[in-house]
């Protein structure tokens, strides 16, 4: 084989050696075999709702993947691999979409369910929830990165992102001034890709500029403004320690430590800020004046004036293309992404709806005072590169851009670019 381990192309012949499991029931209703990713119980829950909501047409039963998204995606692929009827609906991490699209492994969405569950849908979903400009999954929940900062900090540097914009000019300025750290994830992990998409798609620039090409063709835009922008950022972060000593190794949990320290200052990160906060401020373990003191708003802008793209993440529902009950299982999925089961998610999980209506729900707005700049930052924010190659652009992003006082706008954008390159054309091993 002349190039690029590729997971699909490679593990065909291990995975029919895989278990696979029961698809349905001997007698009773088909039951459909949803798997998720773990949480705090949520999908069960849903999944026990859309059984009760189907009156006998069919059973809903859970099965939890792995906890992080990379071994999430070698199980489910494998298992694709192998044509495993038992997968009828599964929780997708959205940069993985494309790689099981490609080959066939979800089923179609028709155009009227796609009609359906894109309506009333943040913009930031349908985007991480199509390929070749076909809706390919079902949108559900829809994460992204808001700017969380400490007003009395914000106060003292003479900023109010709550009603002006602010740039990573004016934050790494202000934490310089003010002697405190900026919250940011500079850990060589898939948190790293996120600023870096983050940074060079608010600056007016995409990784990848034609992402449904082969690996050969395949060209990148980092060598470009906004991959210096997003470099000079980085690194400036990196090299003057605005970051903290623990930079290198910081991931979101890491950072949210130093931001509720007396070193903390501004922050990018998801909204598990808040109820974690909160539930350390319930333990005792921190003061409640720190609650009264934090204020959020939308992810900082490069340049001035220029909109930004914040962070997407979250869960699309995908139909094993192998199940024996596709029709059922598409059923299924629109009950389980239904405005009231996603509001029910973000008040009890904390994963925020994909669905704007969602976020009206008055138990919504009691848990996360900040769900209006949510959904305002969903609408604007950028998928990570839409790929079937992600892993390798991913994981070459994250070896050419650590540590971050190691980038330097001038060379790791080609750095970067070279390196990339050569393990998509078989020339070089990530």
């Known amino acids: 084989m002349r190039r690029r381990t590729r997971l699909l192309a490679v593990t065909t012949a291990v995975a029919v050696a895989l278990p696979l499991a029961a698809c349905a029931s001997a007698s009773g209703p088909p039951k459909l075999t949803w798997y998720i990713n773990p949480d705090n119980g949520g999908q069960v829950e849903i999944a026990k709702r859309c ?15 792995p906890r992080d998204a990379a071994s999430q995606r070698e199980q489910l692929a494998r298992r694709l691999a192998a044509k495993d009827s038992s997968i009828d609906i599964m929780s997708l991490d959205p940069p993985f979409i494309p790689e099981l699209a490609e080959p066939g492994f979800l089923a179609p969405i028709p155009d009227d369910v796609a009609t359906k569950v894109t309506t009333d849908v943040v913009q930031g979903a349908i985007d991480g929830a199509t390929w070749k400009n076909k809706l390919v999954t079902i949108p559900f929940w829809a994460n992204t990165q808001l700017l969380w900062y400490r007003k009395s900090v914000a106060q003292q540097a003479g900023l109010d992102p709550s009603k002006d914009p602010v740039t990573w000019q004016q934050l790494m300025d202000a934490a310089k001034k003010e002697n405190k750290y900026l919250g940011v994830q500079g850990a060589k992990a898939e948190s790293l890709t996120v600023w870096i998409n983050a940074l060079i798609e608010s600056a007016g620039g995409q990784i990848i500029k034609n992402p449904e090409a082969s690996a050969d063709d ?95 993440g979250g869960i699309n529902l995908g139909i094993g293309a192998f199940s024996n009950h596709v029709d059922l299982a598409l059923d299924a999925a629109q009950c389980i992404v239904t405005p009231e089961n996603q ?12 669905s704007t209506k969602a976020y009206d729900d008055p138990a919504v707005k009691k848990a996360f005072p900040m769900a209006d700049v949510i959904r305002q930052s969903l609408e604007q924010a950028a998928p990570r590169p839409q790929t079937p190659y992600y892993n390798e652009v991913s994981t070459g ?8 006082s190691s980038v330097n706008p001038d060379t790791t ?16 091993l990530l």
């Open 51 to 65: 059984t009760e909501a189907a009156n006998g047409k069919y059973t809903i039963a859970t099965e939890v993947l």
């Open 343 to 354: 509001a029910y998610y973000f008040a009890t999980n904390g994963n925020p709806p994909a």
């Open 218 to 312: 395949l060209q990148l835009g980092l060598e470009s403004d906004a991959g210096r922008a997003a470099a000079s950022i980085m690194g400036r972060i990196g090299r003057e320690g605005l970051g903290g000593p623990g930079l290198p190794t910081a991931d979101e949990n890491a950072t949210l430590t130093v931001f509720q320290g007396d070193k903390g200052s501004f922050m990018v990160n998801w909204p598990f800020v808040w109820s974690a906060t909160q539930a350390a401020v319930s333990d005792g373990t921190l003061p409640k004046s720190l609650l009264d003191d934090i204020g959020w708003a939308l992810y900082p802008q490069v340049d001035q004036g220029q909109k930004t793209r914040p962070p997407y």
């Open 413 to 428: 954008p080609k750095r970067s670019t070279d390196f990339i390159t050569a393990v998509l054309r078989g020339e070089a």
């Open 397 to 404: 992003l994250q070896e050419t851009w650590h540590p971050p």
